[in-house]
Each structure stands twice: as structure tokens, then as C-alpha cells.
């Protein structure tokens, strides 16, 4: 491709360099993956500033270079742009010949919810193409990218661009019209979906997570408001949280403007809102009102928090012009959202305590899972849970006071403790335990039917321990990895999958 056109549109300025009429085989933006022919773009990253890699870059055959950075003397063409993570959305976009332009995009952005909100989007849209022949649509996020049957995994949520265009490549290839996708607040903050414009974009919730990364929670909130300042189409519908004041202030803003928004409200009015919702460990039955009229759902999902994932998926599914029938065929479709609220088997058949495995990883998260499991539980709530190593510690008690107030018996264990020490981990949970009421059993003591917190590790441990104290009618849940199978030591990634541990603990279960 000529190097003319992957850099059309993207403002990058020749200052040094020979001539530009060079063709492009490949674009990367790290330079330990050059290969001969490539641009490379040098981004300023937390870690690194990509600059410092140009020659490198040059040395292993890159045919130009775009950077932040005024042009040194340069061998290759060398350009100056005013936000090399914002070019490099533009230039992956054209290097892959614009797929984007042939797709809806419709988004979910917010702190808790998003894979289970695009998942029932998912299901909803795939009724919709059914009825009408078209294609099924596609899905990216943090369970991977969807299409044609086939998960692939992925390193992150919301995809760098040039891995994000070429899946998006691969999806128009295969015949995809429509595209759902999470879009994290690292991906806004890194211009990860520049120039991608949504035909619906939704906005679950905003609470704390990654403070190690954004200032605080005002920042952590505008980063998210982009997606709808920056990414919304024109005449595009925004859904957002009537009882989240952040997501509230984006209503707000677009209803100002004269755009199209729309609240969701679970308790209260909005004009997507719940009636006479029931929950059990069938699942929920609700009415969702919305301006399209009543829809009647009985959904699969566990707990109050998936009610509001269903309300936003609704709203974006009918802002997108989705019938009331295909959003109710297709929430109910969905049996689980795997790794969220997802009931481990119970091989040996016969009473025992439902076990839950959820992806809860944050305060919020937490007291919602705890919340929904109470109105499961007909007796008492054992929670196991642990805290990621190097991430946000501020949440660490938070989670612990959260898990206190919430649970009977609470089970602190370890999560990936990746380069962190478990114990000093388990150590900043503890005291969050001790504020929220709760004192801590010695190991070995536990009797079951008693209240208070253990501590093990060993995540293994933890959950076969909780098992065996919990009774028949008592819910376990098990919090944090969700639909991971691994657990990150170190920088070792060793087997471990929540579900299979919980399945065979049951199986096992001595209890008492
Ligand atoms: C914290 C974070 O988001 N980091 C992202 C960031 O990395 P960074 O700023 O540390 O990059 P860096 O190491 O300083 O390097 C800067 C640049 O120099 C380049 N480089 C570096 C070294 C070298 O020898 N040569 C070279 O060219 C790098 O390729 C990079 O382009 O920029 C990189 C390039 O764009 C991203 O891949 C990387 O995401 C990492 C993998 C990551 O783990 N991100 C997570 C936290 C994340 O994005 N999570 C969200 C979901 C969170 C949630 O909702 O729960 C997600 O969307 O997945
Ligand atoms: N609407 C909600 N409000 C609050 N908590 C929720 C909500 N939906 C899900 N949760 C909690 O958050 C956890 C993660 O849910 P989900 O994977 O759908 O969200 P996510 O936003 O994609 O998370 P991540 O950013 O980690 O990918 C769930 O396991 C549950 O504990
Ligand atoms: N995307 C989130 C997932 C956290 C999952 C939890 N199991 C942990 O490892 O902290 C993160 O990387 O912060
Ligand atoms: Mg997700």
C-alpha cells in the first residue's frame, strides 16, 4: 500500500527524510517487531516513549516513521503528527482499508457490566438477523472476539487499533454487518477507537476501578464521556444509568444538545425502566418499559445488577431500530454470560449449596454479586474472594469492607497476585474486613453456621474450605476470576479455572 494512503487524514507532517512515494507492507508501533518494509509509529506509552525505538526501527528495515517527536536528520521519511496514538486509530484504520465504514458499531462503555450487556446484544441481534436473513453479528471484548461461531481470545478488552481494524477486517470479510464491543476507559484514553463512529453507545455505570491508571474518579469519568462526545454518530442513541449520577451528567449534556438520550432505571422512572421484577436462582422475571412499549422477559441471568444489564442492552438494542420482539427472544436466549454469576456443576447430584463463580474485581462489582446472592440464598452467604497483584490497591479494602457488610463468612484468598507477595496483598484486604464488622477465625477453627472471615491463599484451599462450611440452602460465591483459566504467579500464568475447582470441591464436599 502506498505510504500516501495509510497516512491519509491523519494531519502527519514530512520533516526530514527522503522521498515519500514508498509503498507500506506493514504498520507496527512497537519496534521489536519491525519487519522490512513497515511504518513504524512511535507512541508515548506509561513505560516507555516509543521515540527512543526509532532507530531501532530504522535499523530493522522500517520504511518511515511517524512521531510525536520533531524529525531528527532522518534515511526514511519521517512525519510529525500532533498525537501519534490518535494516528495510529487513523493509519490502522486506512491500512486495512476501512472496514469500519462497512459496519454499525454499537458500544458499551462503563465500570461493571459491559460483557454482559454486549453478550445479550449479541443474542438480540443475532434474533434480529435470523428473521431477516442477514448475518449474525460479531463481538469483541474481554471474553475475546465473536464471529462466524468462532471465539478468539484477546490480551485486552478493547483491542489496540491494528489489532482492532484487522478484526474488524476479518469480520466484513466474513459477511459481519454489525458489531458490538466493550469499550474500556483504557481504550478512550488511548485513542484506541479514534475516528470509529457508534450508531448506540451505552453507559452501565461508573464506580471505582483503576485508580492506578486515571487521576481519580472525575478523570476515570471523562475519559468515559468521550465515547459519547467524540464517538456517538450525529443522530446516534445514547442509553446511560439514570441512577448513576456520573452517566446522569451525559444524559444531561446530549439532551442539552439536542440529541438523542435515553435512562435506564431499574428503581426508578426513565424511559427505559423495570416493573414487577422477581429473582431466584431460575433467574429474573420482568416487565422492561420502554417508548416501543412493555416487553415481558424471563431471563436466565442471577440478581438485580443483571435486570439493569438487561434494561441497557434493551435500550440499545431499540435505539438501534431492534422490534420488541427480537430483544425479548433474545434476552431470553441467554443462559449464562460465562464467569458471571455462572453456577458451578453439581456432578454428584442431590442437595448442596449453590456455588456461583463471578468476575466481580471491584467494590462495586463485589456488593452487587453480594446483593444478588442474598436474594438467592435462603440461608447464609459464604464469599471467597482475593485482590489482583499490581493493580489499583485503594480497592483492596474497600472490597473487604463491602465483603463484610454483605456476606456471613468471608473466605480472603488470593486473586493473580502477578509480582506482589500474596500475604502483603491479603494483608492491605484484611483491615477492610475488620471495618465492615466482621473477625477472623482461626484457621482450622471454623465451624460451620459461624460468622467471621478466614484467610488462606491458596486459592484452591479457600474454595474447597467454603464449600465444605457452606450448607445445603447457603449460596457460595465465588468472586474475582470469573471466566479466567489461570492464575498469574509471578509473571507465570498457571492453569486454574474457578468453575472446575468449585465443580470438583462439590463433588468432594465433606460438609462441616
Ligand atoms: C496500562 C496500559 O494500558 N498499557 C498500555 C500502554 O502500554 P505502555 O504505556 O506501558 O507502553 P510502553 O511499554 O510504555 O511502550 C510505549 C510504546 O513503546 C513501544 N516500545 C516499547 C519498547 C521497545 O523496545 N520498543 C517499542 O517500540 C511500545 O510498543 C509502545 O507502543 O500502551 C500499549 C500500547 O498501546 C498497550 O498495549 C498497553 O496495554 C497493556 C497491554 C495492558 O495491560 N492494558 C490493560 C490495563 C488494559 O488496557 N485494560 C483494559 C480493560 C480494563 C478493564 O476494563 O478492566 C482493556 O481494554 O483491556
Ligand atoms: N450492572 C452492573 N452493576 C454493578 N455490577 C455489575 C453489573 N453487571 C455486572 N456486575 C458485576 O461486575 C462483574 C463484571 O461484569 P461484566 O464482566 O459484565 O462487566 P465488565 O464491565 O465487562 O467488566 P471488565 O471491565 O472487568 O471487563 C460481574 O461479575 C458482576 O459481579
Ligand atoms: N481487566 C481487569 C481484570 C481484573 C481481573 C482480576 N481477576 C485481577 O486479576 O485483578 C484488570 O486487568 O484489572
Ligand atoms: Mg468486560
Known amino acids: 500500500m502506498k505510504l500516501t494512503d495509510v497516512l491519509a487524514g491523519c494531519g502527519a507532517e514530512q520533516t526530514s527524510g527522503g522521498r515519500s512515494a514508498v509503498d507500506v507492507t506493514g504498520v ?22 516509543g521515540a527512543q525505538f526509532i532507530g531501532e526501527a530504522v535499523s530493522r528495515g522500517a520504511v518511515a516513521v511517524v512521531s510525536e517527536k520533531q524529525g531528527q536528520s532522518s534515511q526514511v521519511p519521517f512525519f510529525k503528527v500532533s498525537s501519534a496514538r490518535k494516528a495510529l486509530a487513523l493509519i490502522a484504520a486506512n491500512f486495512y482499508g476501512r472496514p469500519a465504514d462497512k459496519l454499525t458499531l454499537l458500544g458499551v462503555t462503563g465500570t461493571n457490566g459491559k460483557t454482559t450487556t454486549t453478550y445479550l446484544l449479541e443474542a438480540i441481534l443475532a ?3 435470523m428473521y431477516s436473513g442477514s448475518p449474525a453479528p460479531g463481538v469483541i471484548g474481554t471474553l475475546g472476539y465473536k464471529f ?11 483491542p489496540d487499533p491494528l489489532d482492532l481494524h484487522r478484526i474488524f477486517r476479518e469480520m466484513v470479510d466474513a459477511g459481519v454487518e454489525t458489531v458490538v464491543m466493550e469499550v474500556s476507559s483504557h481504550a478512550l484514553a488511548q485513542e484506541r477507537v479514534h475516528g470509529l463512529t457508534f450508531k448506540a ?5 461508573l464506580s471505582r476501578d483503576h485508580l492506578d491508571y486515571h487521576k481519580d474518579l472525575e478523570e476515570y469519568f471523562q475519559v468515559k464521556r468521550k465515547l459519547f462526545a467524540e464517538n456517538l454518530a450525529a443522530t446516534g442513541t445514547a442509553v446511560v444509568n439514570g441512577d448513576d449520577a456520573f452517566a446522569s451528567r451525559i444524559y444531561n449534556e446530549l439532551r442539552g444538545q439536542k440529541r438523542m438520550a435515553w435512562k435506564f432505571s431499574r428503581l426508578g422512572p426513565g424511559e427505559i425502566s423495570a416493573a414487577d421484577a422477581t429473582f431466584s436462582l431460575k433467574g429474573i422475571e420482568a416487565t422492561v418499559k420502554s417508548p416501543a412499549g412493555d416487553i415481558k422477559v424471563k431471563s436466565k441471568l442471577l440478581g438485580p445488577h443483571n435486570l439493569e444489564n438487561i434494561l441497557l442492552a434493551a435500550g440499545i438494542a431499540l435505539g438501534a431500530g431492534i422490534s420488541r420482539a427480537d430483544v425479548k427472544s433474545g434476552i431470553e ?23 456461583l463463580v463471578d468476575y466481580a474485581h471491584t467494590d462495586d462489582a463485589l456488593k452487587r454479586s453480594i446483593e444478588a446472592a442474598r436474594t438467592l440464598a435462603k440461608g447464609r452467604v459464604i464469599v471467597v474472594f482475593g485482590c489482583g497483584g499490581d493493580r489499583d490497591k485503594g480497592k483492596r479494602p474497600l472490597m473487604g469492607t463491602v465483603a463484610a457488610e454483605g456476606a456471613d463468612l468471608v473466605m480472603v484468598t488470593s486473586d493473580n497476585p502477578r509480582t506482589e507477595d500474596p500475604e502483603a496483598i491479603i494483608a492491605e484486604v484484611t483491615p477492610g474486613l475488620e471495618k465492615g464488622g466482621l473477625r477472623r477465625i482461626s484457621a482450622g477453627k471454623a465451624k460451620v453456621g459461624e460468622k467471621g472471615y478466614l484467610v488462606d491463599a491458596d486459592r484452591r484451599a479457600a474454595i474447597e ?8 440452602d447457603d449460596v457460595v460465591l465465588i468472586a474475582g476470576k470469573g471466566h479466567e483459566t489461570y492464575q498469574t504467579v509471578g509473571t507465570e500464568k498457571h492453569a486454574f479455572d474457578d468453575r472446575e475447582v468449585a465443580a470438583k470441591a462439590l463433588a468432594n464436599r465433606i460438609p462441616g
Open 127 to 129: 434474533t434480529a438477523a
Open 333 to 355: 436466549l441467554v443462559s449464562k454470560v460465562s464467569g458471571r454469576m455462572d453456577r458451578a456443576e453439581n456432578h454428584r447430584g442431590g442437595p448442596a449449596p449453590a456455588v
Open 201 to 205: 453507545v451505552g453507559f452501565s455505570n
Open 465 to 472: 474450605q467454603a464449600v465444605n462450611l457452606a450448607k445445603d
Open 28 to 49: 507496527t508501533q512497537d519496534s521489536r517487531r519491525v519487519k522490512p518494509g513497515d511504518l513504524f509509529i512511535a507512541v508515548p506509552g506509561l513505560k516507555e516513549d
Open 148 to 158: 462466524g461461531g468462532k471465539t478468539t481470545e484477546l490480551a485486552n478488552t478493547t
